[in-house]
């Protein structure tokens, strides 16, 4: 018999692509509760009691409830929702960042966000070898497709069809900002302008360079170099050589759990935008969290990814 697997809210958005991805899978028995019991305290303990692995796709709220839950168990987690993404004792599920190594073997992983995945991925190598700033104050924008908003913004999309742009997190609190700024090794927080365009899924995050301002800077081909070797051989985050004259987000888009990320420079290398086109249902939520999942059972690390 396989791993078992607990997914908690499993009926929700990144639940369900995450039931998805693991469905025919022999190394794994999925436990998912039935309707009439998967908010009960009760079951959900039983659940986290039972299982090797649960897979929290919650609520921050009930994501803390599930870890208090589980005390007691020998139960692995990877929580999906932001309630522990810099909490201590928490390893950050982003494996080509932090290292394969430390998401194997940690008991308590926190999923990534969705734009953190574009914005560290950016990021956080270049800062780290030195080839951007760590004291800048970065800014990064960014598109979401309306299932970043889980049921409660798939269902106002489907009954609002006229809405071309949603701008939000207008007070620039937004939750991913911490990560954003830790996992970078930032001393500033970015100043992050996140909104909602019309379509299921998708999301596109750039981070703007000015590069002649900016004290220690590379130059463009410096920075896409960097990023090519950073992740040369992932099978999951591709470095693109090619630098198009439009990139284009179809509202059609299936599930990918694939990250493209683009260095585009102008022609004297003074100003650099930084770009990533990701599935905020794939390597943003859903995809992230099977691959934490394999490598914390020993599984090959990309099975049951869309690539
Ligand atoms: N959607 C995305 O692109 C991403 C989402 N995430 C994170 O993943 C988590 C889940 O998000 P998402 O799937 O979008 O949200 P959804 O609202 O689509 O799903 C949440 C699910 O949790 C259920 N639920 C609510 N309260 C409880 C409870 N007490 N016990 C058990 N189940 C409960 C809900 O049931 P009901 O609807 O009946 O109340 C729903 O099925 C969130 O923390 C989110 O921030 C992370 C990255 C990207
Ligand atoms: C479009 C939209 O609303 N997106 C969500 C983030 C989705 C995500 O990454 O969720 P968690 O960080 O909660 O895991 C938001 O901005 O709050």
New binding site residues.
Partial sequence: MGSRVFIDGAAGTTGLEIADRLKGRAEFELLILDDASRKSSGARRDALHAADFAILCL??DAAREAVDLAQGSTVRIID???AH?VAPGWTYGFPEVVGRDAVASADRVS?P????TGFIALLAPLVRAGLLPADWPYTCNAV???????KA?IERYAADTDIAWRG??LALG???VPEMQAQCGLALPPLFT?A?IPAHRGMVVEIPLPLMAMPAAASPAELRAALQAFYSGSPVVHVREDTPDELLLRASMGPSDRLDLFVLGNADGTQARLVAMLD?LGK??SGAAVQSLNLMSGCAETAGLVL
């Fill in positions: 609520h921050d999906a929702s932001t993404r999923n966000g969705c734009y953190s979401s497709g309306f299932s970043g908003g889980g913004l939000y997190a937004h939750k991913h996140p909602v905020n943003g939520a």
